[in-house]
Antibody, heavy 120, light 106 residues
Framework: QVELVESGGGVVPPGRSLRLSCAAS????????MHWLRQAPGKGLEWVAM????????NYADSVTGRFTVSRDNSKNTLYLEMNNLRAEDTAVYYC?????????????WGQGTLVTVSS | DIQMTQSPSSLSASVGDRVTFTCRAS??????LNWYQQKPGEAPKLLIY???SLQSGVPPRFSGSKSGTDFTLTISGLQREDFATYFC?????????FGAGTRVEI
């Protein structure tokens, strides 16, 4: 069965960096676009970034452009999110999610999430 | 960005009730509207895609529809496990955006 497992969250001071990982299993990872989304405590859902199935194209929310980088290693079935210059407003649970169909921008499987807290 | 507005923000219901809630987009999105269910401490789960298509494995008591510019999610015969928050999401234009959610309470 499809499984997505995020890791790498934690508490980090403002201005520092963190890298999240998402290990995928149960499907042919290299054929699916992948996304990162986040949810601040008690808030709604916000899309963060996406990467094509082959890694050739990425897109970002305006709020993270220039600070976050999404990448993937299809040989390891793993998705990454490198987060630099973190701000308090980046505090959230970060989810990786599988794109339901090519270019569809909706998400049929989600990981359980990893909490990132930006605080001094 | 396309703004998604959900109503109501919360509602109280009982097991067995038929409940309906609404989502409206700030511009036309054709039928690129999806619904998710989220329970506390869990990831969202896809229920409905393309306005009215039931995701595999989702019980048929969930249904989605479109009328004019409004999209509706209906739960026919609310079950205890359906008490959760429901989010709509547009996939018409990047960035994908979500409504603020409707919380269904006992």
């Amino acid at each position: 069965q499809v499984e997505l497992v995020e890791s790498g969250g934690g508490v980090v001071p403002p201005g520092r960096s963190l890298r999240l990982s998402c290990a995928a299993s149960g499907f042919t990872f290299k054929t699916f676009g992948m996304h990162w989304l986040r949810q601040a405590p008690g808030k709604g859902l916000e899309w963060v970034a996406m990467i094509w199935y082959d890694g050739s194209f990425q897109n970002y929310a305006d709020s993270v452009t220039g600070r976050f980088t999404v990448s993937r290693d299809n040989s390891k079935n793993t998705l990454y999110l490198e987060m630099n210059n973190l701000r308090a407003e980046d505090t959230a649970v970060y989810y990786c999610a599988r794109e339901a169909a090519g270019g569809s921008d909706y998400f049929d499987y989600w990981g359980q999430g990893t909490l990132v807290t930006v605080s001094s | 960005d396309i703004q998604m507005t959900q109503s109501p923000s919360s509602l109280s219901a009982s097991v067995g009730d038929r409940v309906t809630f609404t989502c409206r987009a700030s511009q036309g999105i054709s039928e690129y509207l999806n619904w998710y269910q989220q329970k506390p401490g869990e990831a969202p789960k896809l229920l409905i895609y393309a306005a009215s298509s039931l995701q595999s494995g989702v019980p048929p008591r969930f249904s989605g529809s479109k009328s004019g510019t409004d999209f509706t999610l209906t739960i026919s015969g609310l079950q205890r496990e359906d008490f959760a928050t429901y989010f709509c999401q547009q996939s018409y234009k990047s960035p994908p955006t979500f409504g603020a959610g409707t919380r269904v309470e006992i």
